[in-house]
């Protein structure tokens, strides 16, 4: 993929180019985003292309895959083991869910390519604060652009990331590679001080050496997934962004901000929660987007809702299809989403 069909917006127009999907044994019918009208290609994570009529065929919502054909897949097995000792977590009804961070469901996805009906059903939901300056900026050839946040932004899964085919940057490069091709003359200075596992409390703690100190122009801030995790209140959460964004206005009053929201964890694997009874990664993620918005509103910047857009892709899609690691990590799929999103905002400030 050239980085025009990597940064086409999903929820646009009538095409999908590379739409992630997966073949778990047991699941042979797969629905894409959108009813396809046509299935262009099907490809593997090499490129590789798969046959229609062998290894799947078409149908009204999506794909079939044959299992008599050569289409990758995973076993019901593999997936859901009765026992195994590491690489999985545990489900609560009992048994375990394989997890990994390598290039496992990358190698394990297809790359789906269809035309389909336009529709407005994954139009994203954000709040366009101001991002004049950042605008002018661009146009008059300087930019300080800082990602800060958890795993998600440092590019846990993207394949690059992990040294895995195709290769594919994580959101914030590809944010920062869309707008270098939009903006070829501006000379963009680029820094991610995000940092895997940590909390917006984390991020308040360390403002001044991540944020302040590196005196950007564009922060696009992102915290929120391990903070659900770990049932950080909505106050306790909604503190910490706006002790991050204080420090940053007390000091950086130009700077401009876009606030992001995590995509879901998976509601199936679990973890001992202070040595008490098993508990879902998937925790109380889903009711920080509410938080964000009314920060983005009080101080006048942008607002991303991830969360929002995962959770419609998730009535369609199943969560295994869009994971790097099937626990909380994106793949290249839904790291593409991500940039499109953010990049939208950017290309919408008049």
Sequence with gaps: MDLKQILKPVWKGGEVIAESAMYLEGNEEVKLMFPPKEIRAVRDFTGALLRAGADYEQTAEGIRFLPAGNAPRLSREKMFPKD????????KEGGKIFFTEGGFFHRHQVFVDYAHEPSAAYEPETV??????TKKLLEEGKLNLLFYGDSITCGANASAEIYAIPFQNAYPKLVLEGLA?????AQISYANTAEGGQTSEWGLKNVQERLIDRAPDLLVLAFGMNDGTW????GAFDGNIRGILNAVRETLPDTEII????????????MKFDDKALVPFCGIQEKYPPV???IAEDYGVSFVNMTAFHQKLLQRKRYYEMTGNNVNHPNDFLHRCYAQIILSLLEEEK
């Design 84 to 91: 195994a000792e590491s690489d999985f977590f545990a489900l």
């Design 128 to 133: 366009k604060g101001g991002l004049s300056a």
């Design 181 to 185: 091709a939009r903006y070829p003359y």
């Design 231 to 234: 049932f950080k209140d909505e």
């Design 259 to 270: 606030l992001v929201s995590p995509v879901l964890p998976n509601p199936l694997p679990c």
């Design 292 to 294: 964000l918005r009314k």
